[in-house]
């Protein structure tokens, strides 16, 4: 049987799912995403990419401001749908919502909850140098990604990865997973587990002090912080007294006052940690576009005994 879906997304680790949706059994009949908000250097309304690809695939788009409103409850009502299904949307819904679809609301979770519940599981994976993730349908309760678990899918952890590769992946993989979760409702085969509270984990939202490198720490977490920032916003240090954002890196063997550049070669430059020596891979200069680290150095020259941070 073909349910009526109504999908909920804003990012663009959503659209995977809304086309994995779109080119399935099932009929989209609305896809709910947030207004378009000024963005860039003209300060225009940007549409987010999950309204994007609902213009490209020619669904009924509906853009609001939230759903938690009157307004947005009852457009999200009109839409009649079997189930809602709801990929990184970036709001709790209350129980109103909940309650709207006439089976359930199916959320897509980018990890193996109860792991990591929260709004950064994939970069709070890298952060704690997790070896493996995956991704997690749950049936939607109130709490923060508590309800009980339709599927799951593992996913091993690249060394290269960052967050960027890391959830692209992620999206990918959980498009598959969502779509036959939406089988299982429509057969009447779904049978959702309780979490384990006992297990949870969680994965807060990174503020502004959690990009910046602090050199006392062990090189392999400077690396984690590093990745799990990347591409966007980036971890952040100080050269020279300018703000220099750090990419991605390695833990390399060195020893030094941690912050210190202690050694430059062709290929880039080793600042000593709190442990060993952390090589950058990749920086971006206050005002300057992404670098590789050799033209980095090519281009700023820095040299043994100048400080980092």
Do not use: C
Request: glycine share 10%; proline share 8%; no cysteine.
């Amino acid at each position: 049987m073909a349910l009526r879906v109504t999908f909920l997304g804003n990012d663009r680790w959503s659209v995977p799912s809304l086309r994995a949706l779109a080119g399935s059994a099932h009929d989209v009949v609305a896809v709910v995403t947030a207004a378009p908000k000024p963005a860039g250097r003209g300060n225009r309304p940007r549409p987010t990419a999950v309204a994007d690809a609902a213009r490209e695939l020619e669904l009924p788009l509906v853009e609001l401001e939230t759903v938690r409103s009157e307004d947005g409850t009852a457009r999200l009502a009109s839409t009649e749908p079997d189930l809602l299904a709801l990929v990184a949307y970036g709001e709790l819904l209350p129980k109103a919502v909940l309650d709207l679809p006439r089976i359930a609301p199916v959320n897509l979770h980018f990890s193996l909850l109860p792991a990591l519940r929260g709004a950064s599981p994939v970069q709070t994976a890298l952060l704690l140098g997790l070896e493996e993730t995956g991704v997690s349908t749950i049936v939607m309760d109130e709490g923060m990604d508590t309800g009980p678990i339709v599927l799951q899918r593992r996913e091993p952890v690249d060394p290269d990865d960052d967050a960027g590769s890391l959830g692209e992946r992620l999206a990918g993989v959980g498009a598959g997973l969502l779509v036959e979760s939406v089988d299982l409702f429509a057969t009447g085969a779904a049978a959702p587990t309780p979490q384990d509270d006992t297990l949870a984990t969680f994965a807060p939202i990174l503020g502004p002090e959690e990009r910046i490198l602090d050199w006392s720490n062990a090189a392999r977490d400077l690396v984690n912080q590093s990745r799990a920032l990347s591409p966007e916003p980036g971890a952040t240090t100080t050269f020279r007294g300018k703000n220099l954002k750090v990419f991605n890196g390695r833990h390399v063997l060195a020893s030094g006052e941690p912050g210190t550049i202690v050694e430059v070669d062709k290929e880039g430059f080793v600042v000593a940690t709190g442990d060993a020596g952390f090589r950058p891979l990749e920086l971006a200069p206050a005002g300057s576009a992404r670098m590789r680290a050799r033209d980095f150095v090519n281009g700023h020259r820095p040299a043994p005994g100048e400080r980092l941070g």
